[in-house]
Every structure is written in structure tokens, then in C-alpha cells.
């Protein structure tokens, strides 16, 4: 199994572009979940869905947007990037929600100029 | 909103002694409290969960402690070696209608040989 993956694992962005980020697993789960971490903070929640065609609001979740078409894939789109959103990206999944061991991809790092 | 607090200073360990981290949480108990561990660049991995009634637990080095009374949980890692030094990180259960993790912001730990 490869997990969780990924895509791509460094971006840059000039402010107001917009992109995809990609996430996958092949564990069957249920539950997937964008977080960010930035320098001095602790992760954070941005979207997540308990199942496809089924997503929902996180801690901070202004400027993204998810869809959840299939099991496997959870892509977070950044519709017109801000400098506020240069951060690191990882996307989990789990069997049973976000109270649960979560299996966490490589993340994505992103810098808007 | 709930919050984790970990000592975010650098923890130093000689090789060998047993290292400590603690994780303070405000407000009601969570039901369930985790730890992961995190390498430079690389995603968090999980490494164990301890439910509210579980005052113990262990897994082979690690072992966690959930104190309710103190709102706190105990992380050591006994025999330390070099390799365990990574950054750890305690989550918390979001809830207030998020399903996700609520995470602190991390304990620096390096085990000096």
C-alpha cells in the first residue's frame, strides 16, 4: 500500500493563481482531512469529509475549497492564493473520524509570493 | 475553544535516561488523547492513543499517561537513543462540531549520544 500521497510536494504561486492541491489513499478509508502547520503554530484543520459526497468546515477554512467524488481522492483547491496562505499542507485519512489514529501523507509545501 | 499546550522549547537528553514531554489541555477532558511524532519534512506519524479512562499506556519504549485531575498527559520514551529524536506532537479531539484533531504545537526533542 502506498498510503497516503501527495501531489506536489513543492509550489510556488504568485498571489491571486489559483491550484489544485491532489490527495490520495488506498486504505479504504472513510475519513480524509486537509491540515496546515505554519512556523510556532500547531497543525490545523482546514476541511474534512466522513465519506464521499460529504464534506464540512474545519478551523480555518476561508480561501480553500474540498469535493469528495471518491473514497480515494481529497483535493483542496486554493481559488485565488494570498501570502497568508505560504504554509505547509498535509492530508490524512483514517478508518472511523478524526478522533482516530491518523495516517498522514508527506504534505505539500507552498510559498505565494 | 479547546487547547493543547506543549513546552515548546528543545528538550536535551543524554542517551540512555528516560525523556519526558507533557501535554497540557484547557477546558473539558477529551475523551481520547494521541501522540505522533514528526521528522523534519516529513508528515506527522502516529504513535499512540490513550482513551480518558486509561490512565496507562505502553508500547514497547513509549509509554503515556492521561491525568484528568492535572488536565495533562505524560509522553516518555525510556532508553532513549539518538533516534528518537524528532519533534512530538499531543492532539485532542476537535469537537464543537469539527470532526478533526486539535493539535499542540509540538516538543522538540533531541537525545544527545
Known amino acids: 500500500n502506498a498510503g497516503v500521497t501527495q501531489t506536489p510536494k513543492f509550489q510556488v504561486l504568485k498571489t491571486g493563481q489559483s491550484m489544485t492541491l491532489q490527495c490520495a489513499q488506498d486504505m479504504n478509508h472513510e475519513y480524509m482531512s486537509w491540515y496546515r502547520q505554519d512556523p510556532g503554530m500547531g497543525l490545523r484543520l482546514i476541511h474534512y469529509?466522513?465519506?464521499?459526497?460529504?464534506?464540512d468546515q474545519g478551523e480555518v477554512p476561508n480561501g480553500y475549497n474540498v469535493s469528495r467524488s471518491t473514497t480515494e481522492d481529497f483535493p483542496l483547491r486554493l481559488l485565488s492564493a494570498a501570502p497568508s496562505q505560504t504554509s505547509v499542507y498535509f492530508c490524512?485519512?483514517?478508518?472511523?473520524?478524526?478522533?482516530?489514529?491518523?495516517?498522514f501523507g508527506p504534505g505539500t509545501r507552498l510559498t505565494v509570493l | 475553544s479547546q487547547k493543547i499546550e506543549q513546552n515548546s522549547e528543545a528538550l536535551n537528553i543524554q542517551e540512555g535516561k528516560t525523556a519526558t514531554l507533557t501535554c497540557n489541555y484547557t477546558n473539558y477532558s477529551p475523551a481520547y488523547l494521541q501522540w505522533y511524532r514528526q521528522d523534519p519534512g516529513r508528515g506527522p506519524v502516529f504513535l499512540l492513543l490513550i482513551r480518558e479512562n486509561e490512565k496507562e499506556k505502553r508500547k514497547e519504549r513509549l509509554k503515556v499517561t492521561f491525568d484528568t485531575t492535572l488536565k495533562q498527559s505524560l509522553f516518555h520514551i525510556t532508553a532513549s537513543q539518538p533516534a528518537d529524536s524528532a519533534t512530538y506532537l499531543c492532539?485532542?479531539?476537535?469537537?464543537?462540531?469539527?470532526?478533526?484533531?486539535?493539535f499542540g504545537k509540538g516538543t522538540h526533542l533531541i537525545i544527545q549520544p
Open positions: 490524512a485519512s483514517s478508518q472511523r473520524g478524526g478522533y482516530n489514529e491518523q495516517f
Open positions: 469529509s466522513v465519506g464521499a459526497g460529504i464534506t
Open positions: 492532539a485532542r479531539f476537535s469537537g464543537g462540531g469539527a470532526d478533526g484533531l486539535t
